[in-house]
Antibody, heavy 118, light 107 residues
Framework: EEQLVESGGRLVQPGGSLRLSCAASGFRFGDYYMAWVRQAPGKGLEWIGRIRDKVNSHITEYAASVRGRFIISRDDSKSSMYLQMNSLKIEDTAVYYC?????????WGQGTVVTVSS | DIQMTQSPSSLSASVGDRVTITCQASQDITNYLNWYQQKPGKAPQLLIYDASNLETGVPSRFSGRGSGTDFTFTITNVQPEDVATYYCQHYDSVPYTFGQGTKLEIK
């Protein structure tokens, strides 16, 4: 079964840092672009960034709302992707989803909750 | 950035009805348009990719059409389990953006 499992979400203070992980199984992780999508409480979906595959040099691209604060990385040997979140703001509070990109976002994790609050 | 305008924001339907949601892109995205369903408390699920292709395992009562800037998503013979929020999303170029969502309820 093709699956993504996120972890690492928790309560963090404004200005703090957090690293989320996404573990993939059931498919050749290294063959795919991967992305992060978030959803603030009661709000819609927001794409926050993607990382390309090795053939495309693992190039990353970000939404303006997180550029310069968030960093996406991956370790294909571990079938894992990461989201390093720095300088966290209250408005970063959301469920964070790891997604596989196959053109469309065809596989989603269950999400991990990040709460930024003092 | 490409903006996606989705309407309506909510709709109410009876079991067996046909409902249609529209999504308009702020510029030509050819057919780089997907539709997702998100049930309460769950992760989104891909229903339609490339504007009109049904994802494997998705019931045939779901369909999509369109190209360029104007797209529609239709559910024929609405079922109780279709209660959810539906989102369009383009992937023409980054940043990928989603529509605002359409919340479907059953009368």
């Amino acid at each position: 079964e093709e699956q993504l499992v996120e972890s690492g979400g928790r309560l963090v203070q404004p200005g703090g840092s957090l690293r989320l992980s996404c573990a993939a199984s059931g498919f050749r992780f290294g063959d795919y672009y991967m992305a992060w999508v978030r959803q603030a409480p009661g709000k819609g979906l927001e794409w926050i960034g993607r990382i390309r595959d090795k053939v495309n040099s693992h190039i990353t691209e970000y939404a303006a709302s997180v550029r310069g604060r968030f960093i996406i990385s991956r370790d294909d040997s571990k079938s894992s992707m990461y989201l390093q979140m720095n300088s966290l703001k209250i408005e970063d509070t959301a469920v964070y989803y790891c997604v596989r990109m196959n053109g469309a976002f065809d596989i989603w994790g269950q999400g991990t909750v990040v709460t930024v609050s003092s | 950035d490409i903006q996606m305008t989705q309407s309506p924001s909510s709709l109410s339907a009876s079991v067996g009805d046909r409902v249609t949601i529209t999504c308009q892109a702020s510029q030509d995205i050819t057919n780089y348009l997907n539709w997702y369903q998100q049930k309460p408390g769950k992760a989104p699920q891909l229903l339609i990719y490339d504007a009109s292709n049904l994802e494997t395992g998705v019931p045939s009562r779901f369909s999509g059409r369109g190209s360029g800037t104007d797209f529609t998503f239709t559910i024929t013979n609405v079922q109780p389990e279709d209660v959810a929020t539906y989102y369009c999303q383009h992937y023409d170029s980054v940043p990928y953006t989603f529509g605002q969502g359409t919340k479907l309820e059953i009368k």
